[in-house]
């Protein structure tokens, strides 16, 4: 009896054994980390140290479970092999769900913090001056606000409004892991944007980031994708809107009057003046004003002339254009991305060209040199031409 539970005991211990083995990723051949490798039915199980490392204590015939975040879970069985080569592939169905975060990305399932991603085929085919004004109202909480309608302006961007008491505060913008400035980056380049609206999402970011961020991911080429070259341009002629409606001159003169007289004090403008501003929009009289005995012009109210304001400050119509070109690709081991973009916008204002052109080109190429080594180059080249407002300038002449 003793001789039998001997041959029991030797035989249990005879089926187990110790099997280690390396998690490598199926892509880049990198040692990966974290990795779950689990006996199926016990429960029990261990991790992958930073060398894609494991050691686990299985019987012969028990199967292994090997399983991590955004990978495909594989299940393989405990053979006579005491050392493994695990090649651990990417889980297609899950890329969908996963969220640029900080250095890093995150499940969404996993995500806790307020976190807005969007693609960047919203930004596609529009007639957009910036990115900024691709996100207007498209995530929730985010504020674009045009600070004026000259062309070579930026919006101001704010992130779940107000900011504090005497402080004005904008996101952080990086774009590739570089801070950047938004205006500056061409939307067609635009491949995901990450919205980080709260601390715990931008908590990584400490200090630079009390008012959020914003991370910026571009395009780049596919590997083993055919060349192809994309062309994108437009045309657009605006004009202003809800302009109001500007009395004439005598009107005006009229008004100006009641209120001295209201308030008990000599009108300002005569009868003759007034009679005259009546005269110059009739075409009666081709001057506007006149000099006054002592050989100097007179103020304005000895002025007749009788002007549209808004009419003669702003154009009808302006034109804008853009151009977008782009070059893709790559091979088993080079991926690459060349884009080039031309943006011009011209201002409202008469008499002062004011405008902006700005010329854009990123250039993105990432190759692997061994398993173990990669080699990469993202250049983003921006050439802003811009004019600003003048009233000084030669242009019409205002009668005044």
Not at 62 to 91: D, H, R, Y
Not at 170 to 182: A, H, K, M, R, T
Request: charged residues 15%; glycine residues 10%; contains cysteine.
């Amino acid at each position: 009896m003793a001789d039998g539970l001997y041959v029991s005991s030797y035989s249990q211990v005879a089926t187990s054994k110790v099997i280690t083995g390396t998690v490598l990723s199926a892509e880049n051949k990198f040692p990966s980390e974290g990795v779950s490798i689990l006996v199926k039915g016990r429960g029990s199980g261990v991790p992958t140290n930073n060398k894609g490392q494991f050691s686990i204590q299985a019987a012969v015939g028990e199967i292994l479970v090997v399983s991590n975040s955004g990978f495909t879970t594989q299940e393989i069985p405990a053979g006579n092999n005491k050392t493994l080569v695990i090649s651990l592939k990417l889980s297609i169905a899950n890329l969908d769900d996963v969220v640029v975060v900080g250095f890093g990305t995150q499940k969404k399932l996993n995500l806790t913090a307020s976190v807005t991603q969007i693609s960047g085929n919203v930004l596609q085919n529009r007639p957009l001056k910036s990115v900024s004004e691709g996100l207007q109202e498209v995530v929730a909480g985010f504020n674009v606000d045009a600070v004026n309608g000259s062309p070579e302006s930026n919006p101001s961007l704010n992130i779940r409004g107000f900011t504090g008491i005497n402080s004005q505060g904008s996101p952080l913008v990086l774009v590739d892991g570089v801070e950047c400035n938004l205006g500056d980056i061409n939307p067609n380049d635009v491949e995901n944007i990450s919205v980080l609206k709260d601390a715990a999402a931008s908590a990584i970011y400490a200090c630079r980031a009390p008012y959020g961020v914003i991370l910026v991911t571009t395009k780049s080429g596919k590997k083993g994708g055919k060349a192809s070259i994309n062309y994108a341009g437009s045309y657009q002629i605006g004009s202003p809107i809800g302009m109001p409606h500007w009395t004439n001159s005598w009107e005006f003169a009229e008004k100006i009057n009641e209120k001295y007289r209201n308030n008990q004090q000599l009108v300002i403008f005569t009868d003759a003046n007034i009679q005259k501003m009546k005269d110059f929009a009739a075409g009666k009289l081709n001057v506007w004003n006149e000099p006054l005995p002592n050989g100097q012009w007179g103020a304005h109210y000895d002025s007749y002339a009788n002007n549209d304001w808004f009419s003669t400050m702003f154009k009808d119509r302006v034109p804008s254009q853009q151009h977008n070109i782009d070059l893709s690709g790559g091979s088993n081991n080079t991926t690459y991305y060349m884009g080039v973009g031309y943006k011009h916008a011209a201002g409202l204002i008469r008499g002062s060209n004011d405008k902006r052109q700005r010329y854009t080109t990123l250039i993105k190429v990432m190759s692997d040199v061994t398993n173990w080594l990669g080699l990469g180059l993202n250049m983003n080249y921006v050439k802003n031409d811009e004019t600003g407002l003048n009233i000084r300038v030669e242009g019409v002449t205002i009668p005044i």
